[in-house]
């Protein structure tokens, strides 16, 4: 198999499956963080150990508002979570965020994962994370690339030579073409916004458990931030299932 057709189809199958390998990596982030606590390998002091998780709190949350950004102001169909049917656009977007990037959204889910990697306060592991991100996501915009070449053609062509891929350019910012849609976001981003608060208290909690070698649920902000982003993301989805959030082509 040439190069090209090996590219694309390792793409497509990641592509398919991008919502459940990078658990992988998460279990790996876990073992990681698990011997840096347990062996006290670069844990910082007390203070400042909260000071970083917030920090990487902010930047998981500016990952999850890049996301808002580009959902809001797509249409149906595109900037999707389609993963069972494969690759789908009904038109391609050119406005907004995507006059300046051509994948926002691995551009925010790089920031949202980022952050929690950065959680293992393991300097290695952040820089394997990187690494492999870069690796894992080129071949899904490889594959995703190809299929909005062959569907739009000279159109796709004209736009990305202008727009970068990865690194936001914004000297050809345009007005996004549609208005925001919150009833979208709220449907679509709550999986995001729910994880990233369970996943840090997550973190919080095996820290505390290897700390006093005793299970011991301390509440405090990342154990209320993980209950409220809970209950939020369960109305949300109930509201779904009603059909509350539903919009014309949107």
Known sequence: MALQEE???QGDFLFRNRSYLPLIILGL????FIHTEYYEIET????????FEFACLGIS????????????????NTSGRNTKSGQLADELNTTGIYSVVRHPLYLGNFFMWLGVAMLTENTWFSIAFVLFYAF????????EE????????????DWAINVPAFIPSFKNYTKPKYEF???????????????VFVL?????????????????????????????????????????????FEESNR
């Open 146 to 157: 190809s299929f909005l070449r062959d569907k739009f053609g000279s159109v796709y062509m």
């Open 200 to 244: 840090f208290w997550g973190f919080e909690l095996v820290g505390n458990l290897i700390e006093s070698e005793s299970f011991k649920i301390e509440y405090d902000f990342w154990f209320y931030g993980a209950i409220i982003s809970t209950i939020i993301y369960f109305v949300l989805k109930i509201m779904k299932k009603r059909k509350i």
């Open 61 to 76: 949350l500016f990952g999850l508002f890049i996301r808002v950004v580009t959902v809001g102001f797509t249409p149906k």
């Open 136 to 143: 894992y996501y080129e071949r899904i915009m490889y594959a």
């Open 29 to 32: 982030g876990f073992a990681v």
């Open 44 to 51: 910082p002091d007390h203070w400042f150990s909260e000071l």
């Open 7 to 9: 590219l694309k189809t």
């Open 181 to 195: 849609s919150i009833k979208k976001v709220l449907k679509k981003e709550k999986n995001g916004f729910c994880a």
